[in-house]
């Protein structure tokens, strides 16, 4: 995850002192966690990496095994815990383990489509203090419920946002990038200043659960540059003008080499603190700074990672299956730089991303090939040049 807004602003008030969250040895610290509390969603959207549906999912956790798992992951020194989904509200305990977190001193996120928040129930969404509510948004209203094949979903995920705002809880809204929202992406970032909205997640489109079978929809090179550009554009203005604003990216490591030309040319007195802040950042932190326990209690080195486990959290502690004793997967990803091949084994720029996100590698067929969604040209990597970046073309 690449923290646009940090950077800036740490360029933008250097007496403000160092940039905090550097990487560290990998598999030393505790991982942020994103647990997939049930399967289950209300939705079907068409880049669900979890390929949930609105059905029962069986052998998932029950309370006692939830809240036995919160405990487990406090033990393990775990500081931020993500409960997701599926759609985590459809969990008749959700607000009940939501409290158990925050009473262990968690900082404690909710990750929800938005359509089940309303009058019922934003009381026990206020009492649950969540630090982030993350609502996710994939376009205006006919693209938003096209991609999420549900007619109304946009609006309703929209007056979530308003219930939140009202009661002062923090909210992101999130966005997937895709070649049908792209075009409509100044109108989502104008979104966030017509619903007060304090966080923008952009999350590039990774080929794992449906999203594997969405992948023809991708967002091209060209266009994926291009919004990269609007969001440092704005993300700066807001530094300038002090607006408490964060805009984030995800899923795409190479936005920070991106970030670091644009800087390059806007600001070039900061290129060379910048580059050293990315540097301690490191790029990819999935099995390492990044965990993700699914319904079941398996552990993934992320959420895109469902087709191999590390571990289980009801046979082994997660302090075992993550720090003590990991899976040679997990001490392979924690490789720093990673030994990866093709375009990303000679980029110069390999001990910033390290090596991107593997699971879009894996999807071509080579967990350890260069990651596809790299949109970076072979000069800007260091190399011949001998392909182009493609021209914007809508499907």
């Known amino acids: 995850m690449l923290r646009i807004s940090h950077y800036l602003r740490a360029l933008a008030r250097p007496e403000a002192g160092p940039v905090l969250g550097a990487r560290g040895t990998p598999g030393t610290r505790p991982p942020v966690v994103i647990w997939n509390l049930l399967r289950r969603c209300n939705l079907t959207c068409k880049h669900c990496y979890a390929t949930s549906a609105d059905s029962e999912f069986r052998d998932e956790l029950d309370t006692a095994e939830a809240l036995r798992v919160i405990d487990d992951l406090h033990a393990a020194g775990v500081k931020v815990l993500i409960l997701s989904g599926g759609e985590p509200l459809l969990r008749e305990d959700i607000f009940e383990l939501s409290a158990y977190a925050r009473d262990k001193g968690f900082f404690v996120a ?49 007056h979530a ?15 997937t990038l895709t070649q049908y929202n792209y075009p409509q992406l100044p109108e989502i970032l104008a979104l966030m200043r017509e619903h007060d909205v304090q966080k923008f997640y952009l999350s590039h489109l990774n080929y794992s659960g449906r999203g594997k079978r969405s992948r023809k929809a991708d967002a ?39 970030l670091l030309q644009w800087v390059r040319e ?16 490191g790029g990819n932190a999935s099995g390492s700074g990044i965990a993700n326990i699914d319904n079941t209690g398996a552990v993934h080195p992320d959420t895109y990672w469902w087709q191999h486990t590390v571990g289980n959290v009801r046979q082994r502690s997660f302090r075992d299956i993550w720090l003590d004793n990991p899976d040679p997967l997990l001490l392979r990803l924690r490789e720093h730089p990673r030994a990866v091949e093709g375009r990303c084994a000679e980029c110069q720029w390999l001990s910033i991303c390290n090596g991107n996100t593997r699971t879009r590698a894996w999807a071509e067929g080579n967990l350890w090939g260069e990651d596809p969604g790299c949109y970076l040209s072979d000069t800007e990597i260091g190399l011949p040049e001998t392909r182009c970046i493609p021209s914007v073309q809508l499907a």
């Open 110 to 158: 909710l990750s929800t489509n938005g359509t089940l928040i309303d009058a019922g129930n934003i009381a026990q969404i206020v009492a649950a203090r969540y630090d982030y509510v993350g609502i996710s948004i994939d376009g205006l209203e006919a693209v938003h419920d096209d991609w999420r094949q549900l007619k109304g979903s946009f609006a309703a995920s929209m």
């Open 220 to 258: 091209h090179h060209r266009m994926t540059r291009d919004a990269m550009g609007q969001l440092f554009e704005q993300a700066w203005a807001d530094v300038m003008s002090g607006r408490d604003t964060d805009f984030v990216t995800g899923n795409n490591d190479a936005d920070a080499i991106l």
């Open 266 to 281: 806007r600001l070039p007195q900061h290129a060379a603190r910048l580059e050293k802040m990315l540097r301690a950042w």
């Open 161 to 175: 946002i308003d219930l939140c705002r009202a009661h002062d809880i923090r909210v992101g809204l999130r966005t």
